[in-house]
Structures are given as C-alpha cells and as structure tokens.
C-alpha cells in the first residue's frame, strides 16, 4: 500500500520560514520523481516544486529562490524548505510520487498559514 504523509506544516509570520516533510512508502522511492504542489481556497492545485530521480529540481517562478525542494533516498522523503514566506503561499501543501500516468500518488496535505 502506497502512502505519502506530509508534515511541519504551520502558522508562520510573513518573513519566516518552514520546513515540510513527504515520508513515502509502500514505493521504491529513488526511482520517483517527487513534487510538492499547493491549492488555496478557490484556486486550481499548483505545482510548487517537483525533483527528478536523478536530483533535478524545477520551480514555480513565484517561489524560485525562496524555496528549496531536497530528497533524501535513504529515508524515503523529500523535503521543502520555504524560506521568505508571503502570506500569498498560504496554501494546503501536497506531495506527489510519480513515475508515469499508472503510478501517480498523492499525499493528505498539510496546511501553511502566512499570517502575522
């Protein structure tokens, strides 16, 4: 059974930062492209920033560098730092393994609230 469980979301002042945690199992992680994606209320899901097997990273040219996406294969996680928050990246955030249409899997989410 696949699972992705997201944690270290929180309340932050504009300014600060955060870390958020995607612990996978059930895959064979390091062979994953791993993403964090983010959805507001009314707003469509984003991607946020998404890692290759092979350590490649992309950014959202919104958190390009304030965010930083990391894996560590030994562990089966993938991290987000968010650095510089804007209460604009209040968002529920989501991890997604994928390696292909067939094997595509989603976290819960955990919750970042901006806010002074």
């Known amino acids: 059974q696949v699972q992705l469980v997201e944690s270290g979301g929180g309340l932050v002042q504009p300014g600060g930062s955060l870390r958020v945690s995607c612990a996978a199992s059930g895959i064979n992680f390091r062979f994953y492209a791993m993403g964090w994606y983010r959805q507001a209320p009314g707003n469509q899901r984003e991607l946020v920033a998404s890692?290759?097997?092979?350590?490649?990273?992309n950014y959202a040219s919104s958190v390009k560098g304030r965010f930083i996406i990391s894996r560590d294969n030994g562990k089966n996680t993938v991290y987000l730092q968010m650095n510089s928050l804007k209460p604009e990246d209040t968002a529920r955030y989501y991890c997604?393994?994928?390696?292909?249409?067939?094997?595509?899997?989603w976290g819960q989410g955990t919750q970042v609230t901006v806010s002074s």
């Open positions: 997604n393994a994928n390696l292909g249409s067939q094997f595509d899997y």
């Open positions: 890692t290759t097997s092979s350590g490649d990273t």
